[in-house]
């Protein structure tokens, strides 16, 4: 299971200490949420808050998730750094904004909103995050309908990544793996974990990789 730690609701003046606990207690990737304030509401980091951040606490993965009308214009920062960016299928023109992630090196994924129905999806080779909450909505509680959407990309067996976005702990991890989740994003239950370490290896535990799994 591939887990990504989003400092979203963690205080500025914590996250890189939130951050560097985390990454000692075993963390490998963080998740930084970019937002407009049109498609998701004000919060999350730009890419050079984040990329002040990292020079802080290296050794991390990145990715992506640009929850804005607009990626195109933002795109080439972020794939300076990120090896995985998202963007939300519900914008305008979510294919020109997969592309560019691609030319830029990076792995393009679709960010899909709850109530977006799964039919107008087409298949393809891109990764696909499934938003559990509401997006820009932060420490919002897991929407149980997650579950049966990410039973149902797996079952298309062509994306390599299916994700889930939002609420995540430990109550949702077994049943995440079981449907098929191979990424796990998580902010205020990792991050406000007594012991972080045990958190992701509970998670390990719970829902194991397959053995052809690597990160990104």
Same mark, same amino acid.
């Given at each position: 299971?591939?887990?990504?730690?989003?400092?979203?609701?963690?205080?500025?003046? /914590?996250?890189?200490?939130?951050?560097?606990?985390?990454?000692?207690?075993?963390?490998?990737?963080?998740?930084?949420?970019?937002?407009?304030?049109?498609?998701?509401?004000?919060?999350?980091?730009? @890419?050079?808050?984040?990329?002040?951040?990292?020079?802080?606490?290296?050794?991390?993965?990145?990715?992506?998730?640009?929850?804005?009308?607009?990626?195109?214009?933002?795109?080439?920062?972020?794939?300076?750094?990120? @090896?995985?960016?998202?963007?939300?299928?519900?914008?305008?023109?979510?294919?020109?904004?997969?592309?560019?992630?691609?030319?830029?090196?990076?792995?393009?994924?679709?960010?899909?909103?709850?109530?977006?129905?799964?039919?107008?999806?087409?298949?393809?080779?891109?990764?696909?995050?499934?938003?559990?909450?509401?997006?820009?909505?932060?420490?919002?509680?897991?929407?149980?309908?997650?579950?049966?959407?990410?039973?149902?990309?797996?079952?298309?067996?062509?994306?390599?990544?299916?994700?889930?976005?939002?609420?995540?702990?430990?109550? /949702?991890?077994?049943?995440?793996?079981?449907?098929?989740?191979?990424?796990?994003?998580?902010?205020?239950?990792?991050?406000?974990?007594?012991?972080?370490?045990?958190?992701?290896? /509970?998670? /390990?535990? @719970?829902?194991?990789?397959?053995?052809?799994?690597?990160?990104?």
């Amino acid at each position: 299971m591939r887990i990504s730690g989003s400092l979203w609701l963690v205080p500025p003046a /914590q996250q890189a200490e939130a951050l560097a606990t985390a990454a000692a207690a075993g963390l490998t990737g963080v998740h930084w949420d970019a937002t407009d304030g049109e498609f998701a509401t004000v919060g999350g980091f730009s @890419s050079d808050a984040a990329t002040a951040l990292l020079e802080r606490v290296s050794g991390l993965y990145s990715e992506a998730h640009l929850m804005v009308n607009e990626p195109l214009s933002h795109i080439d920062r972020w794939a300076e750094f990120c @090896s995985t960016i998202a963007v939300p299928f519900e914008i305008t023109d979510p294919w020109s904004s997969l592309r560019r992630i691609e030319e830029r090196g990076a792995r393009p994924a679709l960010a899909v909103s709850l109530e977006t129905p799964l039919e107008r999806i087409p298949s393809g080779s891109f990764d696909v995050l499934v938003m559990a909450i509401t997006p820009g909505q932060a420490g919002a509680p897991f929407d149980d309908r997650a579950v049966d959407r990410v039973s149902t990309l797996r079952a298309r067996g062509c994306h390599e990544w299916v994700g889930v976005d939002g609420g995540v702990g430990p109550d /949702q991890f077994r049943v995440l793996g079981l449907a098929g989740a191979n990424w796990i994003v998580s902010g205020s239950s990792l991050f406000g974990a007594d012991d972080v370490g045990a958190w992701l290896a /509970q998670c /390990q535990r @719970s829902c194991p990789p397959p053995e052809s799994e690597s990160a990104p």
